[in-house]
Each structure stands twice: as C-alpha cells, then as structure tokens.
C-alpha cells in the first residue's frame, strides 16, 4: 500500500492485518517531513512535532492488540493547527514569537475528543499568524514564529491558501492522515481547495471552540481537512459533541451526528437541485471557469439538477464585527496564560511586537492596532448593528432565502469565493478537488447549506467525488 496517500479505512485494514503498525506508521510520517517539510521543497506545513508521538503510537499498537480498537482513528496520526490547545509538550502560539514560549494548560476540547478516539497529535502545523487577523498584505502561509509555509504543488509558485496552511499543505504533502484547521472567513476553504484536498467548515456550533485562540466568537469553527470525502465525515463525526464551556454548541442538540458516514451515498446527486450565483465567481480565471463548467456537466451527468444564476440578495461586506470580537475574545484567552509570558492582552501583544520589530513585523500589525482601538466590550453600537446586520443578511435574507425560494439543496460556490457570507451566516461548507489548470494549480468546487445541513453536503460532495476522482498527488522533484 503507498502509505503517504491512504485513507483511514486502508490504513485501519493494514492495522488489523498485521501489516502495518501505528509506530510504523508514524515513522513513516516523520521520515517524510524530514525529507520534504525541512529539506528538498521546504514546504514549511509542520510548526513542531509531538515528542511523545512514537510512544503514543506504541501504547495504541499494544492496546489494539489486548484490547482491541477504539474506532476509525485508532493510531492514526493527525496534525493540529498551532491555535490549537494541546496539554502536553508542545507548544501553542498562533505563529507568534510573543507565544513561541506558551504551553497550554490542557487540550482544547476537539484534542481530548481525538485522544478519546486513539488518534496519535503528531504535531502542531504552521499557519498565517493569529489565523490572518494580524495585519494587511501579510502572504498566507507566513507566521513570524514559523515562517513561509510553501503549496507542495508549487512550492513557492501557486499561493498556499490561508489561514490553515499548514493543515493543508501538510496533508497535500502526506505529512499526516488528516489534520484540524480552524476558519472563521474561508481559513480551511482556502487552503483545502489550495491544496487539492478536501475541507469541511461545520456549522458554528457543531464542534466545540473550547481551547482555540479566537478571532471571532460569532463565526470561529474547526474543521477536518483530508484527503478524501470518506475520512473527512470520519473525523467530523469524532469531533462533534456538546461542550458546556462553548454555549453555542447546544445549538446542535437533536442536529449533530456522530456517524456521518451514513452520508457516503454514490447516488447523492440524484434529483439534487444546486443553485449558482455567478457573481461570486466574477473573478475567476479562463482556465478556473473551464473547470467549474466541467465540473457542472459532472453534477448534471450525475442526476444534479443545475439551478443556474440564482440571485443572493444580500451579501453582508462589512467586517467590523471581527475587529470587536477579536479584542474580547482575546484578552479573555491571553489572561489564562502564565505569568511568565511576555503578554497578557491585544495591548501587550502590540507592544511586545514594537519591541521585537525586526523578527515580529515583517509584515506590519494594522489589524491588530485597529483592534485594540475597540472597548472590548462589545458594547459599542456600531458593533451591535453590525452584528444583528449580519445575522439578517447572511442568514434570514441570504442564505436561507435564496435556498427556499429556489428550493434548493445547496448552493455551489468555487475554492473560497462565497466563503464570507457563509462565515456570517455561521453555515456549513463542504470543498473538494475539481481540476487544476494547465499551471498546476488546484481548484476546488465547494458546496454550501444552512445550518446543520453537513449530510447533505457530504452527499453531494462524496458522489461528486467518486464519480470525477479528481485529486492527484503533489509531486516533488
């Protein structure tokens, strides 16, 4: 079996045949982000490797042997984005150097959750530093603690996508069975679609944001980024569950599954209706729309239904509610954090970088300045309009009025366009490889729905998926 590219269920056969071991497994992994991620391409995906990794795997290999296995992730080894609590002895820092020093004091809720599962935290995966809420003009990809993290199928030529960067060049590169990323504006589309991988952004509220640094308490989610539809449902069913620390998710009580592998139906495009608004791909390429009209006779070939020029009526564009949030959400995180570290609020991050110019602002901190000059509070009135705004436009009078009135299943978008107003409105989007243009470079279709309509996502993109087999590896020479 060519190991770098398995899914979950050709890696758990191999397992439970003796053929394979999760320390071997392991070994592999590290053997390749030794040889691509730190020498030859350089793709930069991995921030820190789990020092306890090789033992973890140990115990899970002996447990699988006396006791038997947990589930589907059993020993399979996973990288974590680096805004991501793990307690254990790697560190959490968003990309910066004011948090090269932070260690957590335990897992977010997500890592207990994947530890529940026996899945091995590999590592923690670089990203754009603090998610891409850090300044203007910043690459995606590039954390002053990190570095650039390079696209495996055109280091240093085609954009990595951001802010999951590492995720997903990690996974694209088969550094890792899978990985979590975080969004809050098209941070995994972007990269998962970048990278020719699949990406799923849950509804807000399905998978717990306990232990992840914020941008935006409104809109921030983790998420699965894989290789395949099939591993991806795997890791979203694992994930979900209600947190008493995260009130929003007992929005999704009587909505969540913990199995939706249910949803891996081959005839899911099968009387599907799927509206498209060509005003979110006004920007798109000769070569993309090619492949987004090739990937429309796909649907169509397979029972889809095209509703074509559909019309979003609002498109909410004004993103001050990130700024409020942004404050709040991470003066709360910072003033967990030890003693010992250098920052404790939005205003000792601003003054920490001031002091460290030349390594922490390659790039400028406009965002983060722009921030700090809210209360806090999120008592201002414009913060409050704005976010009631967005909650009207996104949801009552976009998204789920243009999928009622058109009775629709899902909208269909291309790689992260459409990505903003689904983060407003808090929904599901589900992105998967489509082609690539005479260039090399990835394009993903993304399907999008209302709230907690992720199995009809995974439906439509796993028969998408089996019936197109679009995705080829990156090859490095």
Same mark, same amino acid.
């Not at 002895?89 to 026996?118: C, P, Q």
């Not at 199928?153 to 069975?177: E, I, N, Q, R």
């Not at 679609?193 to 989610?221: C, E, H, M, Y």
């Not at 003693?339 to 110019?357: A, C």
């Given at each position: 079996?060519?190991?770098?590219?398995?899914?979950?269920?050709?890696?758990?056969?191999?397992?439970?045949?003796? !053929?394979?071991?999760?320390?071997? %497994?392991?070994?592999?992994? *590290?053997?390749?982000? /030794?040889? +691509?991620?730190? $020498? =030859?391409?350089?793709?930069?995906?991995?921030?820190?490797?789990?020092?306890?990794?090789?033992?973890?795997?140990?115990?899970?290999?002996?447990?699988?042997?006396?006791?038997?296995?947990?589930?589907?992730?059993?020993?399979?080894?996973?990288?974590?984005?680096?805004?991501?609590?793990?307690?254990?002895?790697?560190?959490?820092?968003?990309?910066?150097?004011?948090?090269?020093?932070?260690?957590?004091?335990?897992?977010?809720?997500?890592?207990?959750?994947?530890? !529940?599962?026996?899945?091995?935290? %590999?590592?923690?995966?670089? *990203?754009?530093?603090? /998610?891409? +809420?850090?300044? $203007? =003009?910043?690459?995606?990809?590039?954390?002053?603690?990190?570095?650039?993290?390079?696209?495996?199928?055109?280091?240093?030529?085609?954009?990595?996508?951001?802010?999951?960067?590492?995720?997903?060049?990690?996974?694209?590169?088969?550094?890792?069975?899978?990985?979590?990323?975080?969004?809050?504006?098209?941070?995994?589309?972007?990269?998962?679609?970048?990278?020719?991988?699949?990406?799923?952004?849950?509804?807000?509220?399905?998978?717990?944001?306990?232990?992840?640094?914020?941008?935006?308490?409104?809109?921030?989610?983790?998420?699965?980024?894989?290789?395949?539809?099939?591993?991806?449902?795997?890791?979203?069913?694992?994930?979900?569950?209600?947190?008493?620390?995260?009130?929003?998710?007992?929005?999704?009580?009587?909505?969540?599954?913990?199995?939706?592998?249910?949803?891996?139906?081959?005839?899911?495009?099968?009387?599907?209706?799927?509206?498209?608004?060509?005003?979110?791909?006004?920007?798109?390429?000769?070569?993309?729309?090619?492949?987004?009209?090739?990937?429309?006779?796909?649907?169509?070939?397979?029972?889809?239904?095209?509703?074509?020029?559909?019309?979003?009526?609002?498109?909410?564009?004004?993103?001050?509610?990130?700024?409020?949030?942004?404050?709040?959400?991470?003066?709360?995180?910072?003033?967990?954090?030890?003693?010992?570290?250098?920052?404790?609020?939005?205003?000792?991050?601003?003054?920490?970088?001031?002091?460290?110019?030349?390594?922490?602002?390659?790039?400028?901190?406009?965002?983060?300045?722009?921030?700090?000059?809210?209360?806090?509070?999120?008592?201002?009135?414009?913060?409050?309009?704005?976010?009631?705004?967005?909650?009207?436009?996104?949801?009552?009078?976009?998204?789920?009025?243009?999928?009622?009135?058109?009775?629709?299943?899902?909208?269909?978008?291309?790689?992260?366009?459409?990505?903003?107003?689904?983060?407003?409105?808090?929904?599901?989007?589900?992105?998967?490889?489509?082609?690539?243009?005479?260039?090399?470079?990835?394009?993903?279709?993304?399907?999008?729905?209302?709230?907690?309509?992720?199995?009809?996502?995974?439906?439509?993109?796993?028969?998408?998926?089996?019936?197109?087999?679009?995705?080829?590896?990156?090859?490095?020479?």
């Amino acid at each position: 079996m060519e190991i770098k590219y398995s899914s979950i269920d050709e890696i758990q056969t191999a397992m439970n045949s003796g !053929e394979l071991t999760s320390k071997q %497994l392991t070994m592999f992994y *590290l053997k390749r982000i /030794a040889k +691509f991620d730190k $020498e =030859g391409p350089n793709i930069n995906a991995i921030l820190e490797v789990n020092p306890d990794a090789l033992h973890i795997a140990e115990a899970l290999d002996n447990e699988r042997n006396h006791k038997g296995i947990r589930g589907p992730l059993h020993g399979i080894p996973i990288l974590v984005k680096d805004n991501i609590d793990t307690g254990d002895k790697m560190h959490t820092s968003a990309g910066s150097i004011a948090l090269a020093n932070h260690y957590a004091n335990e897992d977010a809720f997500i890592v207990k959750k994947l530890r !529940e599962a026996g899945a091995v935290i %590999l590592g923690k995966a670089n *990203l754009t530093e603090w /998610a891409n +809420f850090m300044t $203007e =003009g910043m690459p995606n990809g590039y954390s002053s603690r990190g570095g650039q993290v390079l696209n495996p199928y055109g280091p240093g030529k085609l954009d990595v996508g951001g802010s999951s960067s590492g995720p997903g060049a990690g996974v694209a590169a088969g550094f890792a069975t899978c990985s979590i990323g975080t969004e809050t504006s098209g941070s995994i589309l972007s990269p998962a679609s970048s990278n020719s991988i699949v990406g799923i952004k849950p509804t807000v509220g399905l998978l717990s944001r306990t232990g992840i640094i914020p941008i935006a308490n409104s809109q921030d989610t983790a998420g699965p980024m894989t290789t395949t539809v099939t591993d991806a449902a795997i890791l979203l069913g694992t994930l979900a569950g209600m947190d008493e620390f995260d009130p929003a998710t007992y929005m999704s009580e009587g909505k969540a599954s913990i199995d939706y592998t249910k949803h891996l139906v081959l005839e899911g495009l099968k009387g599907a209706r799927i509206g498209i608004d060509r005003s979110y791909l006004e920007e798109l390429s000769e070569d993309e729309w090619k492949i987004v009209n090739h990937a429309i006779a796909d649907l169509e070939a397979e029972g889809a239904t095209i509703v074509d020029s559909v019309n979003i009526l609002s498109n909410p564009t004004d993103y001050s509610v990130l700024f409020h949030e942004f404050k709040s959400g991470l003066n709360a995180y910072l003033s967990n954090t030890s003693r010992n570290m250098p920052i404790h609020s939005l205003k000792d991050l601003i003054r920490f970088n001031e002091d460290h110019e030349e390594t922490a602002l390659k790039y400028g901190q406009t965002l983060l300045i722009e921030s700090n000059q809210k209360s806090g509070t999120l008592t201002e009135a414009e913060y409050i309009h704005a976010r009631l705004s967005d909650i009207q436009m996104s949801q009552t009078e976009g998204i789920d009025e243009v999928i009622e009135r058109n009775q629709l299943d899902a909208l269909l978008f291309v790689n992260n366009y459409g990505a903003g107003i689904a983060a407003k409105a808090g929904y599901p989007s589900i992105t998967i490889p489509a082609g690539y243009t005479p260039a090399g470079k990835p394009t993903g279709v993304t399907f999008t729905g209302k709230a907690f309509s992720e199995g009809r996502l995974i439906e439509l993109a796993y028969a998408y998926e089996q019936a197109t087999n679009h995705r080829k590896q990156p090859s490095f020479s």
